[in-house]
């Protein structure tokens, strides 16, 4: 099982990026694959999650800036994120939800984890 998180990169307050997710080893469609973020000195933070036919889910805290979708034909997930504001900075992880602990927005549910990407809004 391998999940490789890339996409992100330093921009200016209001940009936007591209997080992309790429898995293997496993049935995407089977598995809930969440993103995540951490700042420094924060703990980790859900902020998205797709799984099976289920509607895919944000966090409110992310008012509708962050957008996550899937190509099964790719095994890759995508997070859309704009009006990237400077606290949204920090390492941004993709996951697979290995246990059915808390809620899917919850880390401690997920086992299997990407390297992060680095993502760096400057005001």
């Known amino acids: 099982v391998q999940l490789q998180a890339c996409g992100g990169g330093s921009v200016q307050a209001g940009g936007s990026l591209r997080l992309s997710c790429k898995t293997s080893?496993?049935?995407?469609?089977?598995?809930?694959i969440g993103w995540f973020r951490q700042a420094p000195g924060r703990d980790r933070e859900g902020v998205s999650y797709v799984r099976g036919a289920a509607m895919p889910f944000t966090s409110d805290s992310i008012e509708g800036r962050f957008a996550i979708s899937r190509d099964i034909s790719k095994s890759t997930v995508y997070l859309d994120i704009s009006a990237l504001k400077p606290e949204d900075t920090g390492v941004y992880y993709c996951?697979?939800?290995?246990?059915?602990?808390?809620?899917?927005?919850?880390?401690?549910?997920?086992?299997?984890w990407g390297q992060g990407t680095q993502v760096t809004v400057s005001s």
């Open positions: 996951a697979r939800r290995v246990r059915n602990f808390g809620t899917y927005l919850d880390p401690a549910g997920y086992g299997d």
């Open positions: 080893g496993f049935s995407l469609y089977n598995y809930a």
